[in-house]
């Protein structure tokens, strides 16, 4: 027979690590919560604004109107100067680098008039956003 003692005990022990489980799903729902909030209201966003604008800003390099391109890459350098103040706690730096790096060739493109190289820079530029976007988004492969 089981003293009572044991039985107060083993119920102790079972509560504890009962707590500890609940706990520790609580705080995964918490981080799961915080990681779909910056998913939905900065990443996304974010990328939208880029892809919109990147494509055309590939037009106007197409139509070779430089002055526009060059007045509307310092928008996107502005806005990208704001969006990586926040997105260097929760993104891979690398990642950061990379978009910061391919944004100032493509500047240097456009001052330089290169229609062809700038454009493809464009294009890369949109694939590094979209690499962000496959790895940030809320999903049960980035989960686990």
């Known amino acids: 027979m089981v003293s ?3 039985m107060i005990n ?11 489980v609940i706990i ?5 729902v ?18 939208n604004y ?12 197409g139509r070779e109107d430089w002055e526009t391109a060059k007045k ?3 928008v996107y350098f502005d806005k990208w100067d704001e969006v990586k103040k926040l997105w260097i706690f929760f993104i891979n730096q690398r990642d950061i680098d990379n978009i910061n790096s391919s944004m100032q060739q493509l500047y240097t493109y456009l001052r330089n008039q290169d229609k062809i190289l700038a454009q493809a820079e464009l294009e890369h530029l949109m694939v ?3 690499i962000i976007d496959e ?3 809320l999903s049960l492969e980035n989960i686990f």
């Open 4 to 6: 009572s003692t044991k």
């Open 10 to 20: 083993l119920f102790f022990i079972r509560g504890s690590f009962m707590r500890m």
């Open 24 to 28: 520790s799903l609580c705080i995964l």
């Open 30 to 47: 918490a981080l799961l919560g915080l990681w779909g909030w910056f998913y939905y209201a900065s990443v996304e966003p974010t990328i």
């Open 50 to 61: 880029y892809w919109d604008n990147l494509s055309s800003l590939s037009d106007i390099v």
């Open 72 to 74: 509307n890459m310092d």
């Open 128 to 130: 590094l956003f979209y």
């Open 135 to 137: 790895n940030e988004c």
